[in-house]
C-alpha cells in the first residue's frame, strides 16, 4: 500500500510537472511581453528592464520556468538588495494586475468554488440517481419516457442561458431571491444559501440529467444480469433485490464519473461563477485570462490540473472498497 | 403418493412486435418425490424457458398458459407473494454458468445467508452456522474461512458448488437444474453430476435436470423429456427412450453421440 502510495504520488509530481511546462511555454511563447502591459503608458525603456528585472523575465527560459516550479515547494526571492521580497513557500508568484501574492488570492477563492461544487454535486445526485433509478425500474412509461425527454432537454441548456435565465425570474421578476454575493455561512446563513442556490441549481441542472441517463442505463443492464435472475430465483423480496443486488453494481461505475466531475468542479465553475460574479477560483480564472495576468493563469491551471489528478488517485482508492474485484497491486 | 410437480398443457408465448410466439407448445409431463426427470434438447428448443415457468421467472413479455402443480400448489395462479415464498424455499433452481449468476460484489456467505434468512428468519450468527453447513455438505474445503470468500476467488467447479449449496439450504423438494455443468471442464463436470446424483438421493427430493447432452442424461434421469421447437417429441422412462426411440428426431439425438461400445462389442463376439 505505502508502495503503490509512494508510486501515485510521484505521477502526481510529475503531471503536474508537465502541466505546468506546457502552460509555461505557452506564455513564454505566445503572451506580449507582461513587463510592457504592467509599465503602462507613460513608459520608458529603462522602466521596462527594471520590470523585466524584478519579475526574472530577463532570465532564459529553462532559469524562469524552474524558478517559477521550484519555488512552488521551496519558495522564492523576487528582486535584489532593497526591493528583495520574499516569497513563502506554497509560492505561485504575484499577479501582474494587483501585486498581490496569488497563492493568497487561491486561499481566499477556492472556499467560494468548494462551496459551489459541494452544494451542486449533492443536489445533481441526489437527482440525477433517483430519477435515473425510477426511469429505470419504470422503463418504457410514461415516466421513463418523459424523465429522459426532460434529461436530454437540460443537459442540452448551455449554463450561462440557464443561468440568466434563473436570474430573470426569480431575482428580476418575482424577487424571490437577492443577486448572489459570496458571503461566508458564518455571516449570514439565510443569505448565504439564497446567494448559493441559484449557482447550484445551474450547475447541478447538466450533470443532474447526465447522471440519471447514466444511471436509468447502469441500472438496466445490472437488471439484466444472470445474477438477478438468481436472485429472483431465491425468493428474496423485491426491495431487497434492488437495493442490495442491482444498485451497488449499477452505482459503483458512477463514482469513477463523479469523482471525475467533483474535481474538476473544485478547479472553478468558470462560466457559472461569472455570470453570478462569485469570486471563486473560476472567475478568477475568466478575469486573469482576459488580462493576460500570467501568474493567476498558471496557478488556475495547476489548480485544476492539480485537483483533477489527486481526484483520480482518491477515485482508484474508493473502487477498492466497492467492488471487491478490484485489488491494488503496486507495479 | 400424488407427484410432486404436474405440468399439463404448459405453453409459453411470447409477445413480440410480429404478434404472439408459442416457445413452449403444450408440454405435459410429471415428476415423482425422488426422481430425476431429464429434459433434452437442442439450444432454442424450449427447454429452459419450461424450467423459468415453472420458477414463475420468465422473461418481460413471456405468459405461460396451462397447469404447473408443485405438491399441490398452483404455480401459475399463485401471487407474486406466494411464487417468492415457494421459491428458493420448496423449490429452488442452479444454472448454467456460475460465475454470472453469483453477485460479484457480496460474499458468497451472504448470498446463500440472505435466501436462508428471507424464508427462514433468524439472527445473521445462526444462519451462518446453516450456511457454512450447506458449503461443507457440497464439498467446499475451509467453508467457515471460504464463506468470507468472493466469487471471483474460486473456481468453476467450486462456484457451481456454492450454486447448489445455495439451491439446497432450505431443503426444497424440487430441484431443477438448467445445464449445470456444461460451462464446467469434463473432469468437473463428472463431479458435479456426481455431488447432484448424491445430495437428491440423500435429501429424496425431485430434480429437473436439463441438458442437451443425451450421454450426462443417461446417467442420472429416470425419466426424459425430448423437446424440439417448443414441442415435446418423446418422453417415456430413460430406458424406453434410450432403447427404442419413437421418434425420428431422438434417434438421431442417440446417433450423435460418439459410441465406444460398438467396436468393442464385435471384438468380444
Same mark, same amino acid.
Request: some cysteine; aromatic content about 8%.
Given at each position: ?14 503531471? !503536474? ?92 477563492? &477556492? ?31 410514461? $415516466? ?21 435565465? !434563473? ?24 443569505? $448565504? ?9 445551474? &450547475? ?17 443492464? +445490472? ?16 426491495? &431487497? ?87 491494488? +497491486?503496486?507495479r | 403418493m400424488s407427484d410432486l410437480l ?100 457480496y460474499t458468497v456467505g451472504l448470498q ?158
Amino acid at each position: 500500500m505505502a508502495r503503490y502510495l509512494a508510486g501515485r504520488a510521484a505521477g502526481v509530481v510529475l503531471i !503536474l510537472f508537465l502541466v505546468c511546462l506546457f502552460t509555461f511555454i505557452i506564455f513564454f511563447t505566445l503572451s506580449p511581453d507582461p513587463a510592457v502591459m504592467i509599465c503602462g503608458k507613460t513608459c520608458t525603456p529603462e522602466r521596462i528592464d527594471q520590470i523585466r528585472g524584478v519579475l526574472g523575465l530577463d532570465e532564459p527560459f529553462p532559469a524562469q520556468f524552474l524558478g517559477f516550479f521550484a519555488g512552488i515547494f521551496a519558495g522564492r526571492d523576487y528582486g535584489e538588495g532593497a526591493n528583495l521580497v520574499h516569497c513563502a513557500a506554497p509560492c505561485l508568484g504575484y499577479s501582474f494586475q494587483t501585486n498581490q501574492s496569488v497563492w493568497d488570492m487561491v486561499v481566499e477563492r &477556492l472556499p467560494v468554488s468548494a462551496t459551489v461544487a459541494i452544494g451542486a454535486a449533492v443536489l445533481w445526485l441526489f437527482i440525477g440517481i433517483v430519477a435515473g433509478l425510477l426511469s429505470a425500474v419504470k422503463e418504457g412509461t410514461w $415516466w421513463d419516457r418523459a424523465a429522459m425527454g426532460l434529461a436530454l432537454g437540460g443537459s442540452s441548456i448551455p449554463n450561462y442561458v440557464l443561468a440568466l435565465a !434563473l436570474q430573470y425570474v426569480l431575482v428580476v421578476q418575482l424577487q424571490v431571491l437577492p443577486f448572489p454575493q459570496a458571503v461566508p455561512f458564518s455571516d449570514d446563513p439565510a443569505l $448565504w444559501f439564497q446567494s448559493y442556490l441559484m449557482p447550484w441549481l445551474v &450547475l447541478a441542472t447538466g450533470y443532474a440529467c447526465l447522471y440519471a441517463r447514466l444511471t436509468r442505463a447502469n441500472v438496466i443492464d +445490472t437488471l439484466a444480469e444472470n445474477f438477478m435472475r438468481t436472485a429472483r430465483s431465491k425468493g428474496l423480496s423485491p426491495a &431487497l433485490t434492488l437495493r442490495r443486488h442491482a444498485l451497488r453494481p449499477a452505482l459503483t461505475p458512477i463514482t469513477t464519473i463523479f469523482g471525475m466531475d467533483f474535481a474538476a468542479l473544485l478547479g472553478g465553475a468558470l462560466i457559472t461563477e461569472t455570470v453570478f460574479g462569485l469570486n471563486g477560483v473560476g472567475k478568477m480564472a475568466a478575469d486573469s485570462i482576459a488580462k493576460n495576468d500570467q501568474p493567476v493563469i498558471m496557478a488556475v491551471t495547476l489548480l485544476a490540473a492539480f485537483f483533477v489528478v489527486i481526484g483520480n488517485v482518491v477515485v482508484d482508492l474508493v473502487y477498492t472498497r466497492l467492488d471487491p474485484r478490484v485489488r491494488i +497491486t503496486a507495479r | 403418493m400424488s407427484d410432486l410437480l404436474v405440468v399439463e398443457d404448459l405453453t409459453v408465448t411470447f409477445s413480440t412486435a410480429r404478434g404472439p410466439v408459442d416457445v413452449v407448445k403444450d408440454v405435459s409431463f410429471t415428476v415423482g418425490r425422488d426422481e430425476t426427470v431429464g429434459i433434452v434438447g437442442e439450444s432454442g428448443s424450449g427447454k429452459s424457458m419450461t424450467s423459468l415457468a415453472i420458477m414463475g421467472l420468465l422473461p418481460k413479455g413471456a405468459a405461460a398458459r396451462g397447469t404447473i402443480r408443485l405438491d399441490g400448489t398452483d404455480v401459475l395462479g399463485a401471487s407474486p407473494r406466494e411464487l417468492r415464498q415457494l421459491r428458493g424455499d420448496r423449490m429452488s433452481m442452479i444454472f448454467q454458468d456460475p460465475l454470472s449468476s453469483l453477485n460479484p460484489y457480496y460474499t458468497v456467505g451472504l448470498q446463500i445467508e440472505e435466501l436462508y434468512r428471507a424464508h427462514r428468519g433468524g439472527s445473521r450468527a445462526a444462519a451462518r452456522e446453516v450456511v457454512v453447513g450447506a458449503l461443507r455438505q457440497v464439498g467446499l474445503p475451509d467453508p467457515e474461512r471460504r464463506a468470507g470468500h468472493y466469487p471471483h476467488q474460486f473456481s468453476g467447479g467450486q462456484r457451481q458448488r456454492i450454486m447448489i449449496a445455495m439451491a439446497l439450504v432450505c431443503s426444497p423438494s424440487l430441484l431443477i437444474a438448467d445445464e449445470p455443468t456444461t460451462a464446467l471442464d469434463v473432469t468437473v463436470q463428472a463431479q458435479i453430476l456426481r455431488l447432484l446424483a448424491d445430495l437428491r438421493e440423500q435429501s429424496g427430493m425431485g430434480m429437473v435436470f436439463i441438458t442437451h447432452d443425451l450421454a450426462v442424461i443417461s446417467s442420472i434421469a429416470t425419466r426424459v423429456l425430448v423437446m424440439r421447437r417448443g414441442e415435446q417429441v418423446e418422453y417415456g422412462t430413460a430406458e424406453q427412450v434410450f432403447a427404442e426411440p419413437r421418434h425420428d428426431y431422438t434417434r438421431m439425438l442417440l446417433d450423435s453421440i460418439p459410441r465406444i461400445d460398438d467396436p468393442l462389442d464385435e471384438v468380444s463376439a
